[in-house]
């Protein structure tokens, strides 16, 4: 852990759970491990979660977020908005709303080829 400097943070209060934050363009991503969601934001909110932290408590990576849009990749069984997207979903579309999300905001098109498990 040394080696990543302040490249992480601790996810306090939280038990065996992690998270991933990332930066996509304009988007802030938030993903849980285990049965968690995923979560974004557009950077430049004041509620979107920072970078650099040293503790992150679940509201900083949960609080109001973006609407992920319809998967037009997986049909019709897709066709809802969701504030945050669950790993209970099959992965076609818990990736496919995350791909569908990211094409709008930033123009970057992942495709079924790119995420789909192998």
Same mark, same amino acid.
């Given at each position: &852990?040394?080696?990543?400097?302040?490249?992480?943070?601790?996810?306090?209060?939280?038990?065996?759970? +992690?998270?991933?934050?990332?930066? %996509?363009?304009?988007?802030?991503? +938030?993903?849980? /491990?285990?049965?968690?969601? %995923?979560?974004?934001?557009?950077?430049?909110?004041?509620?979107?979660?920072?970078?650099?932290?040293?503790?992150? +408590?679940?509201?900083?990576? /949960?609080? +109001?977020? &973006?609407?992920?849009? &319809?998967?037009?990749?997986?049909?019709?069984?897709?066709?809802?908005?969701?504030?945050?997207?669950?790993?209970?979903?099959?992965?076609?579309?818990?990736?496919?709303? %995350?791909?569908?999300?990211?094409?709008?905001? /930033?123009?970057?098109?992942?495709?079924?080829?790119?995420?789909?498990?192998?």
């Amino acid at each position: &852990m040394r080696e990543l400097g302040r490249a992480y943070g601790r996810l306090i209060g939280e038990g065996r759970q +992690s998270a991933l934050l990332l930066r %996509v363009g304009p988007l802030i991503i +938030s993903e849980f /491990t285990n049965i968690g969601k %995923v979560r974004a934001w557009p950077a430049d909110r004041n509620d979107a979660p920072r970078f650099g932290e040293r503790d992150y +408590s679940r509201y900083d990576l /949960t609080g +109001s977020c &973006m609407v992920f849009p &319809m998967n037009r990749i997986a049909g019709k069984a897709a066709a809802r908005w969701f504030w945050a997207v669950a790993h209970q979903q099959p992965a076609r579309l818990l990736a496919g709303q %995350v791909a569908a999300l990211i094409e709008r905001h /930033t123009g970057i098109r992942i495709t079924a080829l790119d995420w789909y498990p192998r």
